[in-house]
């Protein structure tokens, strides 16, 4: 029921409009930085959000502690220090899951409003952006170099949302090339389970694989060796070589 003030609203009122408040918070970072990567392009976008993560993840976390009554320790949360590796890691995974579902929400409902091609569309050019992203990201997360050639490319992809819920292998091909292979993907698996056709993902993947790997090294090139609806075996749904440029 609508309230002249938020002093007057219940308790789930309050409770259902913060997490509105971080939705709405979360939104708005994502559109600053979109609009500053529309105006200035994609690598000040990452300059300034470098600068921007270093001031206020800080200010956010000591606030919060403040209010919950938690400690900080180098500026971490020192409730979640106390997690034993086994929960962290069910919290990684379930983080993950709730960004792949998020991502499948958002494409079921263009798809229901526009039809499939638009919400292909959307998709691939989606990855055009989040794949560079998640590579910068990554990068910083495990400080790689400028150029960590095929052996960063390796760590960063053991490193992506994907690695929490998929199995996923590499083959060392040649001192030039590696082959990655999506050994288990949670999206395929769950459509063979109630007996429907691979997902046609091979458009995305080519835009994700390839963005990603350049985003890590300028140098790599991607070949899609097999993606959904590409014939594939049993051992894997997607499988990308990835070479290096001398």
């Known amino acids: 029921m609508p309230r ?33 990567r529309h105006q ?40 979640l220090l106390s997690f034993s590796r086994q929960d962290l890691s069910g919290l990684l995974q379930a983080t993950a899951v709730n960004w792949l579902a998020n991502d499948g929400i958002w494409f079921q409902a263009i798809e229901q409003c ?11 050019s989606c990855w055009a952006r989040f794949s560079p992203f998640e590579a910068w990201s990554i990068k910083r ?6 150029a960590p050639g095929l052996d960063g490319l390796k760590k960063a992809l053991s490193f992506r949302l994907y690695a929490c819920i998929n199995a996923q292998s590499f083959i060392d091909e040649t001192p030039e090339t590696i082959v990655f292979q999506m050994n288990e993907c949670r999206v395929q698996s769950a459509r063979k389970r ?23 090294d300028s140098r790599i090139e991607t070949e899609c060796i097999g993606c959904p609806p590409d014939p594939h075996p049993d051992q894997w749904y997607c499988a990308w070589r990835f070479r290096i440029r001398p």
């Open 40 to 79: 200035m392009g994609m690598e000040k976008s990452l300059e300034a959000l470098e600068i921007v993560l270093e001031k206020s993840l800080p200010l956010q976390m000591d606030r919060l502690s403040r209010v919950f009554g938690f400690s900080m320790k180098d500026g971490l949360p020192e409730p």
């Open 114 to 124: 526009r039809g499939m091609n638009d919400a292909k569309r959307c998709n691939d």
């Open 141 to 146: 997360f495990l400080n790689l170099s400028e």
């Open 194 to 216: 109630r007996g429907l056709p691979d997902y046609p993902c091979k458009s995305g993947g080519l835009v994700e694989y390839d963005y990603f790997a350049r985003a890590i």
């Open 4 to 36: 002249e003030a938020l002093t007057d609203l219940e308790k789930e009122d309050a409770v259902r409009l913060l997490l509105d408040f971080f939705h709405r918070a979360v939104i708005h970072h994502a559109l600053w930085f979109t609009e500053v």
